[in-house]
């Protein structure tokens, strides 16, 4: 059974330019989640999205960043005219439901965004 | 808002029994989540407690108070694998929401 696949697994921006980073949730998962870990802190909450829909994005700075999950495809979290604060590890979970017993999070291996 | 705390480092040696503490205060809470994350790499699930008491997982335990905001993470039999960050994080209505992280270091 395959986990959650993120890629890339290192991405490098120069300020001004574009991250596009790339989520796909474990197989029979429709819920997933983005959060970002600075070092030496813990991850931190950004957006919550279900299949075509954005659920909470709370966490997620107003401008620059837009995250989407369509019906067929990965979740996409999409950083426009990056600044070196945004350097940091990006990291997707998914879980099968958003309640109960089903709604443990599992998280991929993470993106890590370096900005010069 | 949520906030949780957590000791941020703690050494033990291989075989000792380590116990990482977590108190939280929050306006929403549906249980305790441990994760563990090995050098910057993809933090892995470990317990999750939602109701009062001890749940046992292998050489690893989990407990929770509701009443008094506060778990704890027990890790028994220590090897040097288990040499990593371990996070708490309290689980609101969906999102996670996470300590600063302990970094436990097994020593021979």
């Known amino acids: 059974n395959a986990g959650v696949m993120q890629n890339p697994r290192h991405l490098v921006r120069r300020r001004g330019q574009e991250a596009r980073l790339r989520c796909s949730p474990m197989?029979?998962?429709?819920?997933v989640y983005w959060y970002r870990q600075l070092p030496e802190e813990g991850l931190k909450f950004m957006v919550y999205?279900?299949?075509?829909?954005?659920?909470?994005e709370s966490g997620m700075p107003k401008e620059r960043f837009s995250a989407e999950f369509p019906k067929e495809g990965p979740s996409i979290l999409r950083i426009q005219q990056v600044v070196r604060g945004d350097s940091a590890a990006y990291f997707c979970a998914s879980s099968r439901s958003s309640g109960g017993t089903g709604d443990t999070q599992y998280f991929g291996p993470g993106t890590r965004l370096t900005v010069l | 808002g949520q906030s949780l705390e957590q000791p941020s480092e703690v050494t033990a040696v291989e075989g000792a029994i380590v116990q990482i503490n977590c108190t939280y205060q929050?306006?929403?809470?549906?249980?305790l989540s441990w994760y563990q994350q090995h050098d910057g790499g993809a933090p892995t699930f470990l317990s999750y407690?939602?109701?009062?008491g001890l749940e046992e997982t292998g050489r690893f335990s989990s407990f929770l108070s509701r009443s008094d905001s506060y778990g704890y993470l027990l890790l028994q039999e220590l090897q040097m694998k288990d040499s990593a960050s371990y996070f708490c994080?309290?689980?609101?209505?969906?999102?996670?929401?996470f300590g600063a992280g302990t970094t436990v270091t097994v020593r021979a």
């Open positions: 929050t306006s929403g809470f549906y249980g």
């Open positions: 407690n939602g109701l009062d």
């Open positions: 994080a309290v689980k609101g209505d969906y999102k996670l929401s």
């Open positions: 197989k029979g998962h429709s819920h």
């Open positions: 999205l279900q299949k075509e829909n954005i659920i909470d």
